[in-house]
């Protein structure tokens, strides 16, 4: 399964009109050709001759029969050739508003992508200032009234033993939400630390796989947003490892660097190098048959997430073969939004 991108400005291109002006020469070319030799070698006075012993077929009508066909198919083709450039007309309009429409989408889709981290950062954030500080207060507590229960009041004692137990694993749950919601070290020391730690996590976690990681080029001056995505996409890749091939050994790539391209149709022609960032995850676990329906939400939110920010997203896989995914992003994407 793989996805290429869509190449819009090719199906934009206006039809070959400079032929049109070389038929017409070569007709009216033909057309004089024709009549310089029809009355060089006198062709009607020979087909009358011709023609005469079968005047009982109106064989002689012919030439005006003809004549009028030809004007007709002339009138024919040129109703044609209008009808064919209306049509064309009409689905260049369409492919702009049809293009027009992806944008908004993909404009959307960013702005879902954008809210939904807003959001996670908010509750994660207030989960730790409330229910964490509240917990912790708990758990004081609770110690205070074990320390005054001992010996005295064993049954006191006990329960405050057990809020004390309940509030550290509430805590450990809620640190776990936390972290899922907003990954460790992100905002305080960047996408290559919050991966690392990431991957480190993975490595504890599944000690039958083994895990590298490298990282090149500068990531500061990111959007939140792309940020985000890096990150996820190498979190949904290592998750989907941890699911389906826990034994392999995995490599994931991360590199930043200028690239030549053509940009968008907006500035058809126009070329320079765009900063791009290239995540590549490979495994060589038992792969996956991708032509097989398949119900997973992962790949389908990873592509749409790299998509909304106008990048390539494609997969790799076969049966005892592994699997790969690569995304492309510019590195410009979501700009307009807080930088990390
Ligand atoms: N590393 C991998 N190795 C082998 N197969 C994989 C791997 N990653 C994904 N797949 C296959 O691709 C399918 C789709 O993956 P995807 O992440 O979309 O779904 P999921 O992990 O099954 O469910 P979800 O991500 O929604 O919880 C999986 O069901 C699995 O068959
Ligand atoms: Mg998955």
Redesign the pocket.
């Known amino acids: 399964m793989s996805s290429e991108p869509v190449q819009p400005s090719s199906a934009r291109r206006d039809p070959p009109s400079s032929a049109v002006p070389r038929d017409l020469a070569c007709v009216l070319a033909l057309t004089l050709l024709a009549a310089t030799l029809g009355s060089l070698f006198d062709v009607s006075e020979r087909a009358y001759r011709w023609t005469r012993r079968l005047e009982r077929f109106q064989l002689d009508e012919l030439p005006l029969t003809l004549c009028v066909l030809s004007l007709g198919l002339a009138w024919f083709a040129w109703r044609r050739y209008r009808e064919t450039r209306r049509e064309l007309a009409h689905r260049r309009v369409l492919e702009q508003e049809a293009e027009r429409l992806l944008a908004d989408n993909r404009r959307l889709a960013t702005e879902a992508l954008q809210a939904e981290e807003l959001e996670r950062r908010h509750l994660a954030r207030e989960l730790h200032d409330e229910l964490g500080q509240y917990l912790n207060a708990i758990s004081l507590d609770a110690a205070r009234i074990r320390d005054l229960s001992d010996a005295r009041e064993p049954e006191i004692h006990r329960i405050s033993l057990a809020v004390m137990q309940s509030a550290s694993h509430v805590y450990r749950q809620i640190g776990g939400m936390i972290r899922r919601l907003r990954p460790i070290g992100l905002d305080e020391f960047g996408l290559p630390s919050a991966l690392e730690h990431c991957v480190d996590g993975w490595r504890e976690r599944l000690p039958e796989a083994s895990f590298s990681l490298t990282i090149e080029g500068d990531y500061t001056g990111l959007s939140d947003t792309l940020t985000m995505t890096l990150y996820r996409l190498v979190q949904?890749?290592l998750?989907?490892?941890s699911?389906?091939?826990r034994r392999?050994r995995v490599e994931v790539f991360m590199v930043r660097a200028p690239r030549e391209a053509q940009s968008p149709t907006k500035n058809v022609g126009k070329t320079g190098p765009i900063d791009e960032i290239v995540v590549t995850m490979a495994?060589d676990?038992?792969?996956?048959d991708l032509d097989a329906p398949?119900?997973?939400?992962?790949?389908?939110?990873?592509r749409e997430r790299v998509e909304a920010l106008g990048g390539e997203f494609h997969v790799a896989?076969k049966p005892e073969g592994?699997?790969l995914f690569c995304a492309r992003l510019p590195a410009h994407a979501g700009l307009a939004d807080p930088v990390n």
Not at 285 to 288: A, L, S
Not at 294 to 302: D, Q, V
């Open positions: 949904e890749g998750t989907n490892v699911k389906f091939a392999s495994d676990g038992p792969g996956v398949r119900a997973g939400l992962g790949l389908i939110g990873m896989s592994g699997f």
